[in-house]
């Protein structure tokens, strides 16, 4: 079986070297003036004036055909008038060099006015044309975000429709940021930078095979040269309580460098209340807790890129993350007699999280083509180290009768966590056109290397008492390897675009529990295959076909065998003997014009993990770990409806429609199995009332649904109002917004563990007042370059 993966390794990476070469017809159209000709037409027609293959010049004025060995008709166009035209035999790859023509013929008075889609559907993924949109193209990418089909953004919260996770890469390139992070560093990119937007809910091979999660690629517009732009950045958010933030970005290119530096401090806090009922058989515990969640969050980022020719570059990039999420927290909690009525027991809960981030990471990379036919290859290498502390400090108070079965006392506890993740990975990847397809493949590399201490104190006496039954010290080591190909081919006259890929991994982990003597291991290999079919029926229809097989892979924590106690009646705890879950997801979509989006979509999911709660009435604590404990299918229609009628309103729509059932590995701790319809409906709309002020409102309701993890969740619904406007001749940039008005998109569910029904339902400061202002300075088209690296997925897992 070895010698099987290292052949079929060798064998991704060889045959497409071996297949036959293409040859090129590359030059560059310059007009009378010596000035570069863009949008101008380039035909290869046969001797007997047949066209065989056109495409446009670039901004410089470039352009590259591909086509056989013969005697052809170059001819280049503009506005319906041949510029140019000579004969060319070509039996190698062909530099024309600078062409000139005579651009006289054109007619001045002619103005080229060709508007691209709002939405273009690609044989892979979904493009929202953001420079279309009024809405779209004000604000920040943030702000765009939340207009792009398929993406919802609430409570500065990104998430896929129908995904359970996804990313967001920048031209491209992965960005190495989740959570506060993330959002941060989005608010930085001026939404006037951003060409389109990219919504790709069933990655290509290419990308890594984790997770149910979609990819959301945000394309800017082209750099520049020889310019600078900053821009600053204030916010600032009030709920319960106030959180500020500021920053700023500066980037600078001149010749062949090209350098970037940004930073972002946001500080404050937000409030949160949580509730549970749990229903034992002769008594109700009811618990309410608060508590106040600290941001103290700093983020920086630095990068440079040299370009040493034409055909090759290099460069580093830097990111850093500095967080201090402090929180304090105070519960209540009774038990109630079921048939008396009376209070059997209260117990007082008080805590204090003292926590801090640190994540730093490196990538150097570097591009080069290989030759003048098209072949490139990139290559990037990163280093990741993330250190984590936490230093929890509890004490709880508990008065209680003999009915209770509780005891009276207190418990006074440090727990201390401190937890190192260090990732080095390599990815190269090669892009090969073929005369019959365009192919691209590549490898790589992985290895992940996690330490978690965690030590419990009793602060009761005099001196702390470290309990060594509740200390521990993990180590998890986990390294893949990867190789992947994918081919695309137009035909039928490119009416149909036919994609297909496939990826391997190949994984080993071994777990280490020093303090329990406990050491586990696991390896495994998996196959993950793609296709995409896309037909073009006529300029305004396509029809795309897509598969995908996706894994999931536990976070690193998870995986820690050890107890962390939040309070003496509660405490979580990880799990080394997770597999990863497995889904197929299947998606039909349909699209018309420009303002109709139909998405019908099937997902099958084995080996699924998550987090369980477990009751019992002998000690009444509730235990928290994580299971592969169930396996699901889903299917649904989404419809996404763009109403562009009139100038002054933009108008987008979505309804979705859909139905999953789950079945339990773990009856009777959970539900035998579930299942249920579900339906959400949600309304963006943007009024443009001159060319520097727009204001509108988003409404979003989610019907009450079974969800896949065996849990019902009650409906909720979610209204926000903004207003945009420019100054300055829209060099200052400001929004105001109200979110979550009705204060009513909170999470509130219900659920049955060990045959005991238990609700739970939460709230952390959704509804609230924010403004925010950015002033931008120099060539606001100055645009850098972001990075794809090579350990994204290890980086998702750290939280």
Do not use: C
Not at 280 to 307: A, F, H, I, M, V
Not at 311 to 333: C, M
Not at 552 to 577: A, D, I, T, V
Request: charged share 20%; glycine share 6%.
């Amino acid at each position: 079986m070895q010698k099987l993966k290292q052949n079929l390794l060798l064998v991704f990476t060889l045959v497409p070297f071996i297949m036959q070469a293409q040859f090129d017809i590359t030059g560059t159209v310059v007009g009378q003036d010596n000035s570069t000709i863009a949008t101008a037409e380039v035909i290869v027609l046969s001797n007997e004036n047949s066209a065989l293959v056109s495409q446009l010049t670039d901004e410089q004025g470039n352009f590259k055909v591909t086509i056989n060995q013969g005697n052809y008709i170059l001819q280049i166009k503009q506005l319906g008038v041949i510029l140019l035209e000579k004969n060319v035999t070509i039996f190698q790859n062909t530099n024309l060099g600078i062409l000139n023509v005579d651009d006289s013929k054109k007619l001045e008075e002619i103005v080229i006015s060709t508007k691209k889609k709002l939405i273009e559907r690609k044989v892979d993924r979904l493009v929202f044309n953001v420079q279309n949109s009024v809405r779209a193209s004000s604000g920040d990418a943030l702000d765009a975000l939340k207009v792009t089909p398929g993406i919802r953004v609430q409570n500065e919260t990104i998430a896929m429709i129908g995904k359970s996770d996804m990313g967001v890469l920048v031209n491209d390139k992965l960005v190495q940021l989740s959570g506060e992070e993330l959002i941060n560093y989005l608010k930085t990119i001026t939404a006037d930078n951003i060409k389109s937007i990219e919504v790709i809910t069933t990655p290509p091979a290419k990308y890594s095979a984790e997770g149910n999660s979609g990819l959301v690629n945000i394309i800017l517009k082209k750099v520049k040269q020889n310019s600078w732009s900053a821009s600053l950045k204030g916010s600032y958010r009030q709920a319960t309580y106030g959180t500020s933030g500021t920053g700023g970005t500066f980037t600078f290119q001149k010749d062949k460098h090209t350098m970037v530096a940004s930073t972002n401090y946001s500080n404050g806090s937000y409030y949160g209340l949580e509730e549970s009922i749990i229903k034992y058989p002769t008594q109700l515990w009811e618990s309410k807790g608060s508590g106040k969640y600290y941001t103290n969050l700093w983020g920086n980022r630095l990068g440079y890129d040299y370009q040493v020719s034409k055909k090759w570059s290099f460069g580093v990039q830097y990111i850093g993350s500095f967080n201090k999420p402090d929180i304090n927290d105070a519960s209540l909690a009774t038990m109630t007699d079921n048939i008396s009525q009376n209070t059997n027991a209260i117990i007082n809960s008080n805590g204090q999280n003292r926590k801090k981030n640190i994540l730093n990471s490196l990538n150097a990379h570097t591009n080069m083509d290989l030759d003048t036919v098209g072949r490139k290859m990139s290559l990037d290498i990163d280093y990741l180290d993330y250190k984590s502390t936490n230093n929890r400090n509890f004490y709880t108070a508990t008065t209680a009768n003999s009915q209770s079965g509780l005891q009276n006392g207190s418990q006074n506890t440090l727990n201390q966590t401190e937890n190192n993740i260090k990732n080095l990975s390599a990815q190269v990847h090669i892009d090969h056109p073929l005369k019959w397809a365009k192919i691209n493949y590549g490898l790589r590399f992985s290895f992940s290397n996690t330490n978690n201490d965690i030590a419990l104190y009793d602060l009761s006496g005099m001196q702390p008492t470290l309990n060594n039954a509740q200390s521990n010290v993990f180590e998890y080591i986990e390294n893949t390897q990867a190789a992947y190909i994918s081919g695309n081919k137009s035909f039928g006259k490119n009416k149909w675009d036919l994609q297909v890929g496939l990826r391997v991994e190949n994984t080993q982990t071994k777990g280490n529990s020093i303090s329990l003597n406990q050491v586990n291991k696991n390896s495994y290999f998996r196959w993950f295959p793609t296709l995409y079919l896309l037909h073009k029926i006529n300029d305004n229809k396509t029809i795309t076909l897509s598969y995908s097989k996706r894994i999931f892979r536990p976070n690193f924590n998870n995986l820690n065998p050890f107890r962390w106690y939040s309070s003496q009646y509660s405490y979580s705890e990880g799990n080394p003997n997770l597999i990863p879950g497995i889904a197929n997801n299947f998606e039909l979509n349909y699209n018309y014009k420009d303002n109709l989006n139909t998405t019908v979509y099937f997902s099958k999911g084995v080996n699924n993990f998550g987090q369980v709660v477990t009751l019992n009435t002998d000690d009444y604590v509730q235990r928290i770990t994580r299971l592969n404990y169930f396996s699901n299918y889903s299917a649904g229609i989404t419809q996404n409806y763009s109403y562009t009628g009139k100038k002054w309103w933009e108008n987008q729509n979505t309804i979705s429609i859909f139905f999953q059932h789950s079945d339990s590995y773990i009856y009777p701790v959970t539900p035998q199995s579930n299942e249920s319809f579900s339906a959400y409906i949600s309304s963006s709309n943007n009024f443009i009332l001159n060319k520097t002020v727009s204001s509108g409102f988003e409404v979003t309701h989610y019907f009450p649904n079974q969800s896949g993890d065996l849990t019902y969740n009650y409906a909720r619904t979610y209204l926000s109002f903004f207003v945009q406007a420019s100054f300055l001749n829209r060099k200052l940039q400001t929004t105001f917004a109200v979110e979550n008005i009705l204060k009513t998109n909170d999470f509130n569910n219900s659920s049955i563990r060990n045959g005991f029904d238990a609700s739970y339902k939460g709230y952390y400061d959704s509804r609230y007042i924010g403004v925010q202002l950015v002033y931008k300075m120099g060539s606001s088209k100055v645009n850098a370059r972001n990075r794809k690296v090579s350990n994204e997925q290890e980086k998702n897992r750290i939280n």
